[in-house]
């Protein structure tokens, strides 16, 4: 019998199957990030893109950057293994201006420079993760100003269903994870954990050295996500999230890369939700806590810090109103306090808290093949005053297999509370938020998209002088993405994406770290019954690890990857997964080390 494929094409035209091997229905994939209202991927004007929980189960991805970077547009570099501080760009811009959202709720640490701590993401029980791209300020506030990535976990299904993972791998990796879930007319409750366990290899090894001449830097993470509704009446439900990651690092001091420093963290996130349905109205009232704690054991000396503690109160009130056939105008009012304390290696500690409250509207409406949305925002902070933001987006659907979409929008990127104390060096208290302005303009034909973005920063903030400062004068950011999704023969599909990047400051020096092009690719097979064959990869162009071409040369290599996934029946299913099949050696960060030729087997049960 033939199989229908799970295809995702990540731009206007979505589409996913329900199962791994053999799909009942293809459903079109919704989006929540886009406008904060449930959208289908079709109707969305933004330039999105959605990892499905289809694609990762497929890829067998560890790490939710491992997943992120096979999307065009985004390019990340790591100090290191596992757990090591991993940077995120998304079109360029960095880690600290992406709003990173798990449920909907904030994972974006107040006492952490680089804002959202994306090595501690593990892959785990996610349904989907949405990537809107382009400042989303006047939709999100501040810290979207280079876009939002929301990761959403899985929702219980009808009934009683319990599953069991494991995997066992390279460097003494061990992954172990469940799930329980029950789902009622009534009620429905979630629960999954899932622990990862490495020794990992060395973080530091001079760029040429053997990374087996050094130490082991070991990483283990516990992740635990619970999800539950109440539906008190057909039209009133309660709803509730909690997300904790707890994690242990070990890493080297830059001066001894022999010597093993350890880093304790810990994140817990909270939401608790209202929803009423009112005629035409879906009122939303929520309350989440986001507490964030960090612990450098070693951290002995004036100049370092031992504990960072961030904290995120936020309560949001939204009204999305429906009128006509399918438009909609969402208005929404919140309240927001973040809090920051830290204690350095002698004892010292400092504190400071800031408040915001917001007002917000975004309006869709469609007039038969053409979608337009408005967004406005008014954030009023205490340490930074006022700021309006906006965005207006429109797409065409010219027809089946041609649309059109385009995006303007004004963002800003707020200091964190940790940028300003600076319990490294100078506090700065006239630090000011960036200013960004950004577009993009796309085309989808058929199987292939091609876009084309665009985003000046104002008053970029740099370490400077042992404090952080505002840069005079316009950087600009500027690039093409282009992504081809096409079933070659029966059975065979091909993925590619290409991205060109120009990321310049306002002395038009090149920015560090980000490649000028990237190319990622992939082949699934589904022809042989119940087993599944992918070869993936990806090449990085040209990249240098200072500013303006200085600094070490990180890119020009590519690397190649494969997953072959095998049903045993109904119940068990396991899988083979080799990474960097050629033992390329790279780094990506001058003097950090990567991981070698890897393999990994595991192991799931469904019931």
């Known amino acids: 019998m033939q199989k229908k494929l799970s295809i995702s094409l990540v731009a206007s035209f979505l589409l996913a199957t329900t199962?791994?091997?053999?799909?009942?229905?293809?459903?079109?994939?919704?989006?929540?990030?886009?406008?904060k209202t449930t959208q289908s991927i079709k109707d969305v004007t933004s330039n999105v893109d959605v990892i499905t929980a289809q694609e990762i189960e497929e890829r067998k991805f560890t790490t939710v950057v491992e997943a992120l970077n096979t999307l065009p547009g985004i390019s990340f570099v790591s100090n290191g293994g596992m757990g090591n501080t991993s940077s995120v760009f998304l079109r360029g811009m960095e880690s600290k201006r992406i709003l990173v959202l798990i449920d909907g709720v904030k994972y974006q640490d107040p006492s952490n420079t680089s804002g959202a701590a994306f090595s501690h993401l593990m892959i785990s029980d996610i349904e989907?993760?949405?990537?809107?791209?382009?400042?989303q300020s006047g939709i999100w506030g501040a810290d979207a100003s280079a876009g939002v990535i929301n990761i959403i976990t899985k929702e219980a299904k009808n009934g009683v269903h319990v599953n069991f993972n494991s995997e066992l791998g390279s460097f003494q990796t061990k992954k172990y994870g469940m799930s329980v879930?029950?789902?009622?007319?009534?009620?429905?409750?979630?629960?999954?954990?899932?622990?990862?366990l490495t020794d990992g290899f060395s973080s530091q090894s001079p760029f040429g050295d053997r990374v087996d001449d050094y130490e082991k830097d070991g990483y283990r993470n516990t992740t635990v996500n619970l999800k539950g509704s109440y539906n008190i009446t057909d039209e009133d439900s309660i709803n509730l999230s909690y997300h904790h990651i707890n994690s242990f690092v070990e890493y080297d001091d830059w001066?001894?890369?022999?010597?093993?420093?350890?880093?304790?963290?810990?994140?817990?996130?909270?939401?608790?939700g209202y929803n009423k349905n009112y005629k035409n109205h879906n009122i939303k009232l929520k309350y989440d806590l986001s507490e964030f704690e960090k612990k450098e054991l070693e951290a002995t000396n004036s100049w370092q810090v031992r504990d960072y503690n961030g904290k995120v109160k936020l309560l949001d009130l939204t009204d999305n109103i429906s009128y006509f056939d399918k438009d909609n105008f969402l208005i929404g009012f919140s309240h927001e306090k973040t809090e920051v304390d830290y204690i350095k290696g002698n004892n010292v500690t400092n504190k400071d808290d800031n408040t915001n409250k917001a007002i917000y509207i975004t309006n869709t409406n469609y007039l038969g093949d053409f979608a337009i949305t408005e967004s406005l925002r008014r954030d009023d902070y205490s340490n930074f005053g006022s700021k309006y933001t906006g965005k207006i987006g429109a797409k065409y659907n010219v027809n089946e297999?041609?649309?059109?979409?385009a995006n303007y929008g004004t963002a800003y990127n707020a200091p964190n509370i940790i940028n300003i104390l600076n319990p490294w060096g100078v506090s700065n208290p006239d630090l000011e938020p960036e200013k960004i302005k950004g577009f993009d303009i796309s085309s989808t034909y058929k199987d292939f998209t091609l876009t084309y973005f665009k985003n000046k920063i104002d008053n970029l903030m740099n370490w400077q002088s042992s404090k952080y400062v505002n840069i005079d004068g316009t950087s600009t950011?500027?690039?093409?993405e282009a992504k081809y999704s096409k079933l070659i023969i029966e059975d065979l599909l091909l993925n590619l994406n290409y991205t060109y990047l120009s990321a310049k400051d306002s002395q038009e020096r090149e920015l560090a770290r980000r490649p000028k092009n990237q190319v990622g690719f992939g082949v699934d097979y589904y022809g042989i019954n119940n087993l599944h064959f992918n070869v993936n990869g990806q090449y990085i162009g040209e990249r240098y690890d200072g500013a303006n071409k200085t600094g070490r040369e990180t890119g020009n290599y590519t690397l190649w990857n494969s997953v072959i996934n095998y049903e045993i029946n109904k119940t068990f299913s396991t899988y083979l997964k080799v990474d960097n099949i050629f033992n390329k050696y790279y780094q990506t960060i001058d003097g950090y080390a990567t991981a070698q030729r890897s393999a990994y087997v595991g192991l799931k049960a469904n019931f």
Do not use: M, Q, W
């Open 255 to 272: 001066n001894a890369p022999n010597t093993n420093l350890h880093s304790d963290n810990e994140s817990n996130l909270y939401s608790l």
């Open 181 to 196: 879930s029950n789902k009622t007319d009534k009620y429905s409750v979630k629960l999954s954990a899932d622990r990862i």
């Open 401 to 405: 297999d041609l649309s059109f979409n």
């Open 128 to 135: 989907r993760i949405e990537v809107i791209k382009g400042p």
């Open 19 to 35: 199962n791994l091997f053999s799909a009942e229905s293809l459903e079109t994939i919704t989006v929540t990030s886009a406008t």
């Open 477 to 480: 950011i500027a690039g093409y």
